[in-house]
């Protein structure tokens, strides 16, 4: 089988990209509790670009296969695993262990989330991180019972599954981009509340229309001095949820007399400890209203394109240049 290779960390992301090499291998074999999927697409999310900088969570021994997530049909099953055969599969999976980069892929059970026959196989690959992710922001959106919230990296896919989510729970969402051909979409696709990075009177609107709309939670992916401008402009008793660092910069500019005298508050959320919180048959009935609302077409993750192994360079560098632009899926053929 063909797998992608990363044969060493680098910061310099563009550098990492250009050193990614297809290589053969032999098909592995499921162990127990672990299934054999034959990938059919694997997505590139930023958690990937951060792995292959060096500076993600997850640290794996070299040389690496990369992909924390994709779909795919399971071929073969080890023991335990026998009721997975020949299911149609999303799965996210980040041990140390071959990412979803590769013709073939095992993995454990626990990391399948089991696909309705009607779900499409390019949404499917980038079903197991981004909709859940959403889901479980919203999920402390509604537990603070907060009217509205305020996102950054707006024209990311998480964040547009958020204002899809906020709006069927009559919640409003300030959201602010780095480009203004970002604003002009979302503004085009109905958003009423856009803030470009750059405008010079970013802080002030921020205030109003936080104050306006009583939003009193942010969801940062961006940290750096960005979550500072967010939480100091906000009202008092606010919250800034930390889910990314797309900036690659620590968390800074925060105003100390927001924390100690205004109640603020700065967290951090990520998937995998969310998904620990919920019990099995709660996590799988998620799963499946999220499947429905994909396969009725409300729910869609952006796809700017789809490359073989032999462009995965080529076809990485094009999603860099324009990451709002929608995913670009590594595909089998
Ligand atoms: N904590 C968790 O469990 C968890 C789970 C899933 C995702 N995430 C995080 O969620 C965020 C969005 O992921 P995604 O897959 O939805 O992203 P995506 O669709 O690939 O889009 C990335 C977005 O980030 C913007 N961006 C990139 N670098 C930026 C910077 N330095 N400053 C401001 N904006 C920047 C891009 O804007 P341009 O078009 O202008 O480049 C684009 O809109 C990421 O930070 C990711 O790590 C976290």
Same mark, same amino acid.
């Given at each position: 089988?063909?797998?992608?290779?990363?044969?060493?960390?680098?910061?310099?992301?563009?550098?990492?990209?250009?050193?990614?090499?297809?290589?053969?291998?032999?098909?592995?074999?499921?162990?127990?509790?672990?299934?054999?999927?034959?990938?059919?697409?694997?997505?590139?999310?930023?958690?990937?670009?951060?792995?292959?900088?060096?500076?993600?969570?997850?640290?794996?021994?070299?040389?690496?296969?990369?992909?924390?997530?994709?779909?795919?049909?399971?071929?073969?099953?080890?023991?335990?695993? @026998?009721?997975?055969?020949?299911?149609?599969?999303?799965?996210?999976?980040?041990?140390?262990?071959?990412?979803?980069?590769?013709?073939?892929?095992?993995?454990?059970?626990?990391?399948?989330?089991?696909?309705? @026959?009607?779900?499409?196989?390019?949404?499917?690959?980038?079903?197991?991180?981004?909709?859940?992710?959403?889901?479980?922001? /919203?999920?402390?959106?509604?537990?603070?019972?907060?009217?509205?919230?305020?996102?950054?990296?707006?024209?990311?896919?998480?964040?547009?599954?958020?204002?899809?989510?906020?709006?069927?729970?009559?919640?409003?969402?300030?959201?602010?981009?780095?480009?203004?051909?970002?604003? &002009?979409?979302?503004?085009? &696709?109905?958003?009423?509340?856009?803030? /470009? @990075?750059?405008?010079?009177?970013?802080?002030?609107?921020?205030?109003?229309?936080?104050?306006?709309?009583?939003?009193? /939670?942010?969801?940062?992916?961006?940290?750096?001095?960005?979550?500072?401008?967010?939480?100091?402009?906000?009202?008092?008793?606010?919250?800034?949820?930390?889910?990314?660092?797309?900036?690659?910069?620590?968390?800074?500019?925060?105003?100390?007399?927001?924390?100690?005298?205004?109640?603020?508050?700065?967290?951090?959320?990520?998937?995998?400890?969310?998904?620990?919180?919920?019990?099995?048959?709660?996590?799988?009935?998620?799963?499946?209203?999220? &499947?429905?609302?994909?396969?009725a077409g409300d729910y869609q993750t952006r796809i700017q394109g789809k490359i073989n192994f032999e462009n995965v360079i080529k076809g990485l560098s094009q999603y860099l240049k324009n990451m709002s632009k929608g995913k670009v899926l590594i595909a089998n053929e």
């Amino acid at each position: 089988m063909k797998k992608i290779v990363l044969p060493a960390y680098n910061p310099n992301i563009l550098r990492a990209v250009m050193s990614l090499r297809v290589e053969e291998a032999p098909v592995p074999e499921p162990g127990d509790n672990e299934v054999l999927i034959k990938v059919y697409a694997a997505s590139c999310n930023p958690s990937d670009i951060a792995f292959m900088a060096g500076s993600y969570n997850v640290v794996k021994s070299l040389p690496a296969v990369p992909g924390f997530e994709g779909s795919g049909i399971v071929t073969e099953v080890g023991a335990g695993a @026998e009721n997975y055969y020949g299911k149609k599969v999303s799965f996210f999976t980040q041990q140390d262990e071959d990412g979803s980069w590769a013709e073939y892929v095992c993995t454990k059970t626990s990391n399948l989330l089991i696909l309705d @026959e009607s779900m499409d196989m390019d949404q499917a690959a980038c079903f197991a991180i981004n909709p859940f992710t959403a889901r479980g922001l /919203l999920d402390i959106a509604l537990l603070q019972n907060t009217p509205a919230v305020v996102q950054n990296a707006a024209g990311s896919q998480v964040a547009s599954f958020i204002r899809k989510m906020a709006s069927e729970l009559d919640v409003s969402v300030i959201d602010i981009v780095r480009k203004e051909e970002t604003a &002009q979409l979302l503004k085009k &696709q109905g958003s009423k509340y856009v803030l /470009l @990075e750059s405008d010079p009177e970013f802080d002030k609107k921020l205030s109003e229309w936080s104050k306006k709309l009583d939003a009193r /939670l942010a969801f940062d992916a961006v940290s750096g001095s960005m979550s500072g401008r967010i939480i100091n402009a906000m009202p008092e008793g606010s919250e800034l949820v930390v889910y990314g660092g797309l900036s690659n910069k620590p968390v800074t500019d925060v105003h100390p007399l927001g924390l100690i005298f205004k109640d603020k508050v700065i967290s951090g959320f990520n998937l995998g400890s969310w998904r620990q919180l919920l019990d099995d048959e709660y996590f799988e009935e998620i799963s499946r209203e999220l &499947q429905q609302h994909f396969i009725a077409g409300d729910y869609q993750t952006r796809i700017q394109g789809k490359i073989n192994f032999e462009n995965v360079i080529k076809g990485l560098s094009q999603y860099l240049k324009n990451m709002s632009k929608g995913k670009v899926l590594i595909a089998n053929e």
